[in-house]
Nanobody, 126 residues
Framework: VQLVESGGGLVQAGGSLRLSCATS????????IGWIRQAPGKEREWVSCSSSRNVKPLDAASVMGRFTTHRDRAKNTVSLQMNNLKPEDTAVYYC????????????????????WGQGTQVTVSS
């Protein structure tokens, strides 16, 4: 199982970035994919979850209306479109796989995610 994030960088507040998570080594439809971030000195924070079994992704309240998750079954990738970025969005962003396959009521539990990418840095300047 391999997950590789890309697309991070430095952006001004109000700007946009698009992160991508390329997956391999497993049947893409079998796993749910989450985005989790970790800001300096803080615990990891769940951002979103998507799966082939959910009609639409689940988003954390802190990013709802600003971030959009998209699954591309043809490419086995999951993207995170981040708009109207704020300095508090600064963090290392990880994509991770939940082997249970769907995003349920406890999708926010970091321990659900068993396989992780290496992370990509997002820095939002004020």
């Amino acid at each position: 199982v391999q997950l590789v994030e890309s697309g991070g960088g430095l952006v001004q507040a109000g700007g946009s970035l698009r992160l991508s998570c390329a997956t391999s080594g497993f049947a893409f439809d079998d796993y749910a994919i989450g985005w989790i971030r970790q800001a300096p000195g803080k615990e990891r924070e769940w951002v979103s979850c998507s799966s082939s079994r959910n009609v639409k992704p689940l988003d954390a309240a802190s990013v709802m209306g600003r971030f959009t998750t998209h699954r591309d079954r043809a490419k086995n990738t999951v993207s995170l479109q981040m708009n109207n970025l704020k300095p508090e969005d600064t963090a290392v962003y990880y994509c991770a796989a939940d082997t249970r396959g769907s995003c349920g009521a406890y999708a926010w539990r970091i321990t659900n995610y068993k396989f992780w990418g290496q992370g990509t840095q997002v820095t939002v300047s004020s």
